[in-house]
């Protein structure tokens, strides 16, 4: 091929990228759902498992429907390469298993979805790693939190669910100067408006489950960054530990990137509509959404993202009119996901983050009269009507 890839616009890379077609010349993606592959010879199985032939070997190793899925995403990224997961989680697992072992120290925005608090607070110390928690968006915190062991830095940004901001390309340097490698789970920002390895990130993991599917059927994870460090620290760590993406998955989440696009910027327009509704009614005491220039971080967004994505928050002051905002939405969905077509919204601290001990809630801003919408892809009109709507009733 002439084209290199490489220098395509976002849209074609999204739908043309990693293409490999069967010699059937298919126009969709052929999804290969098999387990393992067969070699024509003693030698040629030799030769494949030696590496000299790159061929497909099994499943857990790589499959041809999930390279065309990790290729894809790898050149929407900018990344040298990108590693499929079967979720959000086991992204974020791994990249931080492939980094630390026994002795090490991690350093983590406080502001983490739940379960990822989870793996930091309960899982690593069983094998020896020490986390201290600071506030992402206070540099000299993560200064001061370098210790001679450290050895990552963990931040979501733009955070779950108060959207708190980390400055990406500063906390980057202050990585670099301490030896430490930066993982960012960049789900809310999407590949689409963040470029965390651009910015000076090491590990960039996403849940494709979120805006990359985008229509709520599977779930699914990725792991991007350089060849060397891609390598090094999770090739032999992926193959044999097992947390493999399905092909079925792979497939699915492949046609997901084709309209992701699309499909990220018109969430965004409707959030914006969202957004200025909700600031205007009297039931709302604070409204937080990266796209307006009342974010706190508004500076810093400026910087490193080009949209404000589809995920605000906003206090309604008690969990009373929490709810009943929540119970008199009629198109809106309550659900606890995100990125999906369809709008849903969710009360934070009775739900995704009920496992948060309520001192560290408070210590993130997370009162009760929080509520997390994640906008979809219905009609602008009809969003903002339901949810004035509601509000109104609350
Ligand atoms: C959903 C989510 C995850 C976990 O992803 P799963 O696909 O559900 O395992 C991790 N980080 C963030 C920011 C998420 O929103």
Redesign the pocket.
């Known amino acids: 091929m002439a084209e290199d890839p490489n220098t395509w616009e976002v849209e074609t890379r999204l739908v043309r990228g990693g293409m490999a077609r069967t010699p059937y010349g298919e126009m969709s993606e052929a999804l290969f759902l098999t387990q393992s592959f067969a070699y024509d010879s003693a030698e040629a199985a030799d030769r494949r498992f030696s590496g000299e032939d790159p061929g497909f070997i099994y499943q857990r190793f790589g499959n041809p429907t999930t390279s065309i899925f990790e290729d894809r995403l790898a050149l929407l990224e900018g990344a040298e390469q990108c590693r499929a997961t079967a979720?959000?989680?086991?992204a974020?697992q791994m990249a931080l298993m492939g980094l630390l072992r026994a002795g090490d120290h991690l350093v983590a925005g406080r502001a983490l979805?739940g379960?990822?608090r989870w793996i930091v607070s309960e899982l690593l110390p069983r094998f020896g790693v020490e986390t201290t928690y600071v506030d992402a968006t206070d540099l000299s915190a993560w200064r001061n939190a370098v210790r001679p062991n450290t050895k990552a830095f963990l931040v979501?940004t733009p955070a779950?669910p108060l959207l708190e901001i980390t400055d990406i390309a500063a906390v980057a340097q202050v990585a670099k100067d301490a030896g430490a490698k930066l993982v960012v789970?960049n789900?809310?920002a999407t590949p689409v408006f963040q470029k965390p390895l651009a910015l000076g990130a090491d590990v960039v993991v996403y849940?494709?489950?979120?805006h990359i599917d985008g229509q709520g059927r599977v779930?699914?994870?990725a792991i991007l960054g350089g060849a060397e460090l891609m390598t090094e620290a999770y090739k032999d760590l992926l193959r044999h530990t097992g947390p493999a993406l399905s092909p079925f998955n792979a497939w699915v989440l492949l046609k997901g990137l084709e309209t992701l696009e699309l499909r990220v910027r018109r969430q965004t327009e409707n959030a914006a509509k969202v957004a200025e509704a909700l600031a205007g009614h009297g039931k709302t005491q604070q409204l937080v959404w990266c796209g307006r220039h009342d974010h706190p971080q508004a500076e810093v967004i400026a910087r490193q993202m080009s949209g404000g994505g589809n995920v605000l928050a906003f206090d309604l002051g008690s969990r009373d009119v929490a709810w009943r905002f929540l119970n008199a939405l009629e198109i809106v969905d309550i659900s606890n996901n995100?990125g999906d077509a369809k709008s849903m919204a969710t009360h934070p601290s009775t739900t995704t983050h009920r496992s948060m001990p309520e001192a560290e809630r408070i210590e993130i801003g997370l009162t009760e009269g929080w509520v997390r919408m994640s906008v979809g892809l219905e009609g602008a009109g009809d969003l903002v009507r339901d949810v004035s709507r509601a509000l109104d009733a609350a």
Do not use: I, Q, R
């Open positions: 979720s959000g989680m086991a974020v979805f379960s990822c979501e779950n789970d789900v809310f849940s494709a489950t979120k779930l699914g994870g995100l």
